[in-house]
């Protein structure tokens, strides 16, 4: 499972640093972009990054803890999850309602 959780982290951060970095990446996905759509996608992207570092690096404390047999490693990849469910989940499924939101109020 750590490989996979690296490999999400990887896309993740791809695609985060992609959206602050090119304006057009906007365009190109067929999303709406004005002013304050603008500033919601960079904060979305920051968010989307971070949660992408989050994930590699839980996923390299696997890896590492696995192949060392490091046990107090393993517990930290177990809370991780825990602090994914209970906080990562909720917040971005607010981001969503409140992005989706605030595309409807713009038509």
Do not use: Y
């Not at 469910?85 to 409807?104: A, D, G, K, Q």
């Amino acid at each position: 499972m750590g490989f996979w959780l690296q490999l999400a982290g990887l896309g993740l951060v791809i695609i985060g640093i992609w959206f602050l970095v090119d304006d057009e990446a906007v365009h190109a996905l067929k999303i709406v972009g004005d002013n304050g759509t603008m500033h919601m996608i960079k904060a979305a992207a920051v968010t989307i990054l971070v949660v992408g570092f989050f994930a590699l690096f839980i996923g390299v404390i696997g890896c590492w803890g696995s192949f060392r047999q490091k046990t107090s490693c393993l517990n930290i990849v177990s809370l991780s999850h825990i602090v994914t469910s209970f906080v990562f989940i909720p917040m971005t499924v607010s981001m969503l309602i409140t992005f989706n939101r605030h595309l409807w109020l713009a038509c």
